[in-house]
């Protein structure tokens, strides 16, 4: 029986180190540009879940290419099913671009997804072939209206839908009435909701009024520096960040603490508990460069908490 059943997209990163942005119209010159092991957020979701001991299957479309051959190397090395990586002439791999600032913080400019040749058709075949399943987790790095379908098709069969609706469209209006578990920063919970424009005003007023906009069951959301909470409907649940000496890379670690959290509530651990240890695992994620290489094995997470709570 597959525990986890992941549907969004791979791609391979490409970073390079800023000190600034560049104006339009301006070149910049930055250091370091390199390929790294650094997927889309399918394959980074699926490699964390793999790595936490979760029985894990994807599913994706990706190019005939060397940079769909390292996501289905990541994935299957990481114990991940890999049967419905569907693989085609028809698109190149997605690549993405990071740039990385002075202290950390990251920028991502994605590239085009190789899954715009995914059909509901092979999305629906896969779940139907993976059934009895415990949990769907999806994103809009595939086309949100295919995702939507596919998160209804889980829900139906008696699945946990847990969706990162990321990247958004701002002018787009999104029945989440599927989603048991909403993941979202700030940038998407203010690009989402008018009601709230900076962290100060999040209260459990606005987020009523958000649920009830978007029917999706609890939020899940994360804060950076300020730490993440969780609504569900009738309370907020906050949790403090992990602080760290040093921050390497923050890219991937929301994906990471999706894993995390899901991969709690899968072993039957209460979302309080998930939360803070996800907490915990993104916070020793952001210590090592890159995100294949930043998502550790339980054992290793373990050992880090014991290590600050000394």
Request: hydrophobic content about 35%; some cysteine; overall charge negative.
């Amino acid at each position: 029986m597959v525990d986890v059943i992941v549907l969004n997209s791979h791609g391979v990163g490409q970073y390079a180190y800023t000190d600034r942005m560049p104006k339009w119209g301006e070149t910049l010159s930055v250091s370091r540009w390199h390929v790294a092991e650094d997927g889309g957020k399918g394959s980074n979701v699926s490699v964390a879940l793999g790595r936490l001991g979760v029985n894990t299957a994807y599913i994706g479309k990706v190019g005939n290419d060397p940079w769909g051959d390292l996501g289905e190397k990541w994935m299957k090395e990481s114990g991940v099913n890999t049967e419905f990586l569907y693989r085609t002439d028809e698109v190149s791999t997605g690549t993405g671009l990071i740039l990385i600032g002075p202290n950390g913080e990251n920028s991502i400019i994605d590239g085009d997804s190789s899954s715009v040749k995914l059909t509901f058709e092979e999305v629906e075949e896969a779940i139907n072939r993976l059934h009895p399943s415990k949990y769907l987790i999806a994103g809009f790095e595939i086309r949100p209206s295919l995702v939507l379908k596919a998160c209804e098709v889980a829900k139906s069969k008696g699945m946990i839908v847990a969706l990162n609706p990321s990247p958004l469209e701002e002018s787009k209006e999104y029945d989440f009435s599927s989603v048991d578990y909403l993941f979202i920063n700030e940038t998407e919970l203010f690009t989402l909701t008018k009601d709230i424009t900076k962290v100060e005003l999040i209260n459990e007023n606005v987020l009523k009024l958000f649920r009830d906009k978007y029917k999706f069951k609890t939020l899940i959301l994360t804060l950076g520096s300020e730490g993440s909470l969780y609504f569900d409907g009738n309370k907020i649940v906050r949790f403090k960040s992990v602080n760290v000496d040093s921050v390497v890379n923050t890219a991937g670690a929301g994906d990471g603490f999706m894993a995390a959290v899901i991969a709690n509530l899968c072993k039957g651990k209460s979302l309080d508990f998930s939360m803070k240890w996800a907490s915990y695992y993104s916070a020793l994620s952001v210590t090592i460069n890159g995100t294949i290489p930043s998502y550790r094995p339980t054992e290793e997470v373990e050992r880090f908490i014991k290590t600050l709570n000394k």
